[in-house]
């Protein structure tokens, strides 16, 4: 059912998998109960390229050969979904780990990639699709549910499914993001931070013809209730996009693997990856196109009132970052506002910004309970700090302008707790300093903190310090600023 020989391998490297990846994500927005969590307490908005790497990460993990990881990765999930509960704009209730729930998210990710097949020219044949439909019935089982939250047929799911797109999905506000305001705004990956001509560019083509291609794969009769419009040539511009992603499998086996792209789309100029210096070098080169570009057709760059964050962090660069941390450059507190605190991206500061925090950390260093516990409990415990401090009006969360009026020294006793439980995660061995592998656990990029004697180490004083110089102090950080600020 999983690893190498399953059928669900086949597709993870496929380029048609993004586009199917990208029509489930919106199906699964589409139920009632995912859209308001993903509206109250997920990055999607302002961090969309760090949301794509972590699904694409959990499901390598989920589908892999080894039986450990993929234990380690359910337990994680679900303690995750275990804290996402609440209520809609409607006051419906929402928890995460609804068996019901999950296992539409399931089926959303089965039936786009039987969809994929279809509309690039290689439809499954009913064995091949059984086998697939078994896996993704394991991997529903892996996570703990019990059986029958899914159909145990695939003939009884096509019946569900159709049960479900006909009744029970709705035009969600997380949706209309998705389809109408994220690919209008999507800000650039970090490896293109910096070249805003040049991916201003890029986005104002691609970006609606990704959303027109995804809305005409869609069910027709969901596309009808919810109301999306029928753009002409769509169907032919949808199918020209799988059969033209779908060529990809003539290239040579190890081309394309999505491992290398996303790893590629956060690669660091810093990092000691073999491929930093030829990116550096291309990235040099598109900024000076894009300057050129500039000069003969002056290009504006879009924003909307949710992303206005992200398009500041695009205008900013990356080379701007690391020369303004030399000279200790400030973000104002508007800017750090936007940039760190407001994780969802909102226009507020509340507990779930706070929270994802937590998750990201958590996920990169692969916590378990009870230290990803104890890393939430801080971030708790500093909320309800930011919480007494900065909310004026009571409404329970702290607004861009309470922030800004109050212009906070945020190095309190809560804040330094989060640092000493970040930094006592982070040194596995406990020898009270951070080694070259502890740091690109936690950074993802190389070690260049260089003391006194033969081997590198990151001290927990000095680890203390960077780290509330950030969060207090709004300096800008070349670890600090890919870990919690960029999209």
Known sequence: MFGPGSQFHRFFNDPRWALAVLRATVLEAAHPQIGAALIDNSTFVAHPWRRLRNTLVSLQRM?????????????????????LSGTDARNRAYDAMDPQVR??????????SVTMCRLGGQPLDQTTMEQLYAEFQAFLAALGDQAGHLPPTLREFWQYYDHMVETELENTQALRIILYK??????????????????AVGRAFAGPAIGTITVASLPEPFRRRAGLPEVPGAQTL????????????????????????????????????????????LRDRMTRAGALFRLVTPFPVQTGP???????RSAEGAGARRSAEGAGARRSAEEFFDAVLDQTGDGYLDWPDLAAMARELSSRLDLDEPEETRLYDAYAEWWRELQAALDIDGDGRVS???????????????LIRVAEVLFEVTDTDGNQSIDADEYRALFRTGFRRTVAGTEESYSRGAFLTDFLSFMSGRRRSTAYDPLLAEA
């Open 400 to 414: 861009r302008e309470e922030y800004a009026a109050a212009v906070p020294a945020l190095a309190g006793p809560a």
């Open 306 to 312: 949710a992303e206005e964050a992200g398009a500041r």
């Open 238 to 281: 949808m199918q020209g996009a799988y059969m033209a992603a779908g060529l990809a499998r003539f290239l040579p086996e190890g081309w394309i693997r999505a491992e290398d792209f996303t790893s590629l789309l956060y690669l660091s100029p810093d990092s000691d990856d073999p491929r930093a210096a030829t990116i550096t070098a």
């Open 103 to 112: 296992a539409w998210v399931v089926a959303t990710l089965f039936e786009s």
């Open 182 to 199: 994220l690919f209008d705004h999507l800000p650039a990956p970090p490896v293109l931070d910096g070249l805003p001509t040049v991916w």
């Open 63 to 83: 589908f892999g050969a080894d039986d450990e990881t993929r234990q380690r990765e359910a337990a994680r999930l679900n303690r995750m979904h275990a804290r």
